[in-house]
């Protein structure tokens, strides 16, 4: 009987005690407020809230025969298609070859440090399961501090630092721009000197670009440009095509980490198989980007932009320190200013931050210290895509000029009222 219990018990320690993803859980949490009969503002969670594109849904409805697996890497006309995107969107030179295709871009980046030996280097704040994806594995987690006076950016002085420290280690770096959970993004003179000192340290650098559509200028630059030998891009349809349970990531390689792909290739051979073939023949569709799906992202860009100025301005103007968006939908707030006042309410962490907003406002986010900062900086996160984005992407495709206030009251309306109760709770 003893042995049995220990049996059933037995858990890797890795794993034993760890949440789930911060992310989901918040959202969780917020559906069962919800069934309860509480009205909640769902900042937490980042889901794309615009919805798939019409010409990409009618592509998948005409492969919903598919049913054969198909190659582990991917379809080879999708993959063909993703590296034809990169030639027109960044100018880099990539075969179908260099393509692998996931069930996410997080199942890929899981694979990666499954197959690829060295620590983890990550700027704080980071997306919250890139650490836990370490730990799992049993690997070291390096947080690299940014600073507000650099908009949370990773200053390459800082990593050469710590590279110096601990010269002969393999190591890989994830960047994430637009970043989650910021929104900030990299000007390109960073990127060239991010990319200098990744080269000059040997270090790999897993370029995070699920959100570089929506750069709210639409002028997103990747760091492969300036270091192409090292740099291995993530992205996927999650976050600008609306699609995250449609579960499609694609990474690319540099041709000389092939054996790199060849072997995440082999994981995923005994893992996930691969990808919906469904999926994968629909994906093709959007990775076209012709005019259809450039105009619905030239929208979305429109509505996400106009509402991150106003959160931008609002909290600004009422002590809650937020640098100017730059792309994605997230924005990192800081309440540290406030901190006199909110230590009156016995609120001096960010998870209490956060956990006594939730209940006397009803509105829902994270505390800075699930993406890598210190629980005591009073720092949060907020999702702003709590509203119907079909409804709006609609509205914004019959409007010419910018998108005013009135027009996010009426179709961004749960976000801007979570935005307004926020900023009435802080006042004294």
């Not at 049996?7 to 794993?15: G, Q």
């Not at 801007?416 to 004294?428: F, G, L, N, Q």
Request: hydrophobic share 35%; glycine share 6%.
């Amino acid at each position: 009987m003893k042995k049995n219990t220990v049996l059933c018990e037995s858990m890797n320690l890795n794993v034993k005690g760890m949440p789930l993803s911060a992310t989901l859980n918040i959202n969780e949490k917020s559906n069962e407020m919800i069934k309860q009969g509480k009205k909640v503002y769902k900042l937490g969670l980042g889901q794309a809230p615009f919805p798939v594109p019409k010409p990409v849904i009618e592509t998948l409805k005409e492969n919903a025969h598919r049913k054969d697996y198909l190659p582990v890497k991917g379809l080879h006309e999708l993959r063909e298609a993703v590296a034809k995107y990169y030639k027109k969107s960044q100018n880099l030179d990539f075969s179908a070859d260099d393509i692998l295709i996931g069930p996410g871009s997080k199942e890929l980046m899981f694979i990666l440090q499954v197959v690829f030996y060295g620590e983890l280097l990550l700027p704080a704040p980071s997306w919250v399961s890139y650490a836990p994806q370490a730990k799992i594995l049993g690997k070291k987690t390096v947080w690299i501090d940014t600073y507000e006076e650099n908009d949370w950016l990773l200053m390459p002085e800082d990593l050469e630092n710590y590279c110096k420290k601990n010269p002969n280690t393999p190591r890989v770096i994830i960047l994430n721009y637009p970043n989650n959970p910021t929104g900030k993004t990299y000007p390109e003179k960073l990127l060239k000197e991010l990319a200098y000192a990744a080269r000059k340290q040997g270090i790999l650098v897993l370029s995070d670009e699920i959100y570089g559509e929506l750069n709210h200028k639409g002028n997103h630059v990747s760091i492969a440009r300036f270091y192409p030998e090292g740099t291995i891009i993530s992205s996927g349809l999650s976050k600008w095509c609306g699609a995250g349970g449609w579960r499609l990531g694609t990474f690319a390689f540099p041709k000389n980490l092939k054996w790199l792909l060849d072997g995440m290739a082999t994981v995923a051979s005994e893992t996930f198989t691969s990808v919906s073939a469904p999926i994968q023949f629909a994906s093709i569709r959007a990775f076209n980007f012709d005019d259809e799906i450039n105009t619905y992202l030239k929208h979305s860009r429109r509505i996400l932009k106009a509402l991150g100025n106003y959160i931008y301005k609002n909290f600004n103007s009422v002590g809650i320190k937020v640098p100017q968006p730059d792309g994605a939908f997230y924005f990192l707030p800081n309440f540290s200013q406030l901190k006199d006042s909110l230590a009156k309410r016995d609120i001096t962490t960010s998870s209490r931050l956060c956990e006594t907003i939730l209940q006397e406002t009803g509105v829902a986010f994270l505390p800075g210290s699930d993406f890598g900062r210190d629980e005591k900086e009073l720092t949060t996160r907020i999702a702003y895509v709590d509203f119907d984005g079909e409804q709006a992407l609609a509205a914004a495709y019959e409007i010419k000029d910018d998108l005013n206030e009135s027009f996010l009251r009426k179709y961004c309306a749960n976000t801007v009222t979570a935005v307004d109760k926020i900023c009435e709770w802080v006042k004294p």
